[in-house]
């Protein structure tokens, strides 16, 4: 589980090295751009230049991930991007280098993100073959380790884990549809319930017609779903019943990793419609 401790270990290691950064990129998955936001951020970097990265794209419903990029426009550089696919050095080069602001040639960026978001595929594109790791500098923790990608852009190796606000029983249900919560760690059946009937009800019935053989758009509840999904994948325990754990967990992993469609979360007029909105956010209700 996310112990305080972790979260208090990961927001000192991110306040020592903030003071030498230039810009702070906010790693987010694209489906839930405000659900993977730590409401830590605002307190944490208010003094520093964020760039919104939504990665994870090709996850996302593409129609909604321009919605969020014209959101987040008002107030901070956002783009989307698939780190799966791009070159990130050349991505950054031509995406986000030419974006940050500070004195001196060479930029300084650190890279925060929730769990699973695609902090260590960056980094690891980042580094390439190209790029230098030069070591500690004085004064910063010990261990960590600077990414020279070029004259222009270092990066800090230990990208900051920050996590977002679990007591709403919506946004852990989004962070499970998007793999950012690890399955051992739910209810399986309760994040089924809830991711599925969010689905059928965003998308419509006919959401899931290529996933099972069933009569094209008819309504089934979440529990016949699994029944099915059991049928057609031979989940069957032994004594001949269905086995609607293996079925449930198959599903969800499935649906993280895009296998049945690209869906996003949440919208930007979810959140601003949510009356407590800001409070939610700042992690007071
Ligand atoms: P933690 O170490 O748990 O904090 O994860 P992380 O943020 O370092 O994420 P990581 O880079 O390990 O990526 C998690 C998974 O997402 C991996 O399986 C990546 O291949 C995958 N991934 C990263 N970026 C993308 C993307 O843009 N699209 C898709 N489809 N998958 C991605």
């Not at 696919?85 to 925060?112: N, Q, T, Y």
């Not at 004259?151 to 946004?171: A, C, F, K, M, W």
């Not at 069957?236 to 609607?244: A, L, P, S, T, V």
Request: aromatic letters at 10%.
């Amino acid at each position: 589980m996310w112990y305080p401790g972790h979260i208090e270990k990961a927001k000192n290691r991110i306040r020592k090295n903030l003071k030498i950064v230039d810009a702070v990129v906010e790693l987010l998955d694209a489906r839930i751009p405000f659900s993977s936001r730590a409401y830590e951020y605002d307190e944490l970097f208010q003094n520093k230049q964020r760039i919104l990265v939504l990665n994870k794209e090709d996850l996302a419903d593409p129609a909604i991930t321009s919605q969020w990029i014209k959101f987040y426009k008002k107030d901070h550089d956002v783009i989307s991007a698939n780190l799966k696919r791009s070159d990130a050095s050349s991505f950054l080069k031509r995406k986000i280098l030419p974006k940050i602001k500070g004195k001196f040639i060479e930029k300084k960026i650190m890279i925060v993100g929730v769990p699973n978001v695609g902090k260590s595929t960056l980094i690891n594109r980042i580094k390439g073959k190209k790029s230098l790791a030069v070591g500690n500098r004085p004064g910063i923790t010990r261990g960590i380790q600077w990414i020279k990608v070029n004259e222009q852009l270092s990066v800090l190796d230990t990208p900051g884990i920050l996590y977002t606000r679990l007591h709403s029983p919506n946004i852990k249900m989004k962070l499970i549809a998007t793999g950012c919560l690890p399955l051992e760690q739910v209810d399986l059946f309760d994040a089924m319930k809830k991711i599925y009937s969010f689905l059928i009800t965003r998308y419509g019935e006919n959401v899931f017609d290529n996933v099972l053989k069933k009569q094209k758009g008819e309504h089934v509840d979440y529990v016949t779903f699994l029944e099915f999904y059991s049928k057609e994948k031979s989940f069957i325990k032994r004594g001949q019943e269905y086995d609607y754990e293996r079925a449930a967990a198959h599903f969800l992993i499935n649906l993280t990793k895009g296998n049945f469609g690209r869906f996003s979360y949440e919208t930007p007029d979810d959140i601003e419609s949510l009356n407590n909105g800001e409070a939610a956010y700042n992690g007071k209700s």
